[in-house]
């Protein structure tokens, strides 16, 4: 099971660091103002089983996940609206993706991608 970092985080976000794509959107987002409020946890690292309570490893590794500081998990496009709603540089994107009707859309684009990720993944590790 993950520890999550002390100093209870504003958020938790569980990330494939396995996965060229998420590594380098995440690696974006560690470098932006309020990233120190957030704890990122490579999930790719961890052993099997539950990664927290209600969240295993299978399971965050195949759709992005986030907890905030309450324990409430998000998935998803929601999961990333939370993101960018802790980051100042993209909170405009986090409200805009949080408006009804929108975060139905981004939920859909979000799961269409799914499918479609673990190609990308290979067609990049064969470009690098």
């Known amino acids: 099971?993950?520890?999550?970092?002390?100093?209870?985080?504003?958020?938790?976000?569980?990330?494939?660091?396995?996965?060229?794509?998420?590594?380098?959107?995440?690696?974006?987002?560690?470098?932006?103002?309020?990233?120190?409020?957030?704890a990122f946890v490579n999930v790719a690292e961890l052993p099997a089983g539950d990664v927290i309570p209600g969240l295993n490893k299978s399971a965050a590794l195949a759709r992005f996940h986030?907890?905030?500081?309450?324990g409430r998990l998000e998935s998803?496009?929601?999961?990333?609206?939370?993101?960018?709603?802790?980051?100042?540089?993209?909170?405009?994107?986090?409200?805009?993706?949080?408006?009804?009707?929108?975060a139905q859309a981004a939920e859909l684009g979000y799961r269409l991608f799914l499918p479609i990720r673990p190609g990308l993944q290979w067609l990049i590790r064969k470009v690098r």
């Open 1 to 38: 099971m993950c520890k999550v970092p002390s100093g209870s985080p504003a958020l938790t976000v569980f990330y494939d660091g396995a996965c060229p794509l998420c590594r380098s959107e995440i690696g974006l987002y560690t470098t932006c103002r309020g990233a120190d409020q957030v």
């Open 66 to 70: 986030v907890m905030q500081r309450d």
């Open 76 to 102: 998803g496009a929601a999961g990333f609206a939370r993101l960018w709603l802790a980051l100042p540089g993209w909170r405009w994107l986090g409200r805009l993706v949080s408006l009804p009707g929108i």
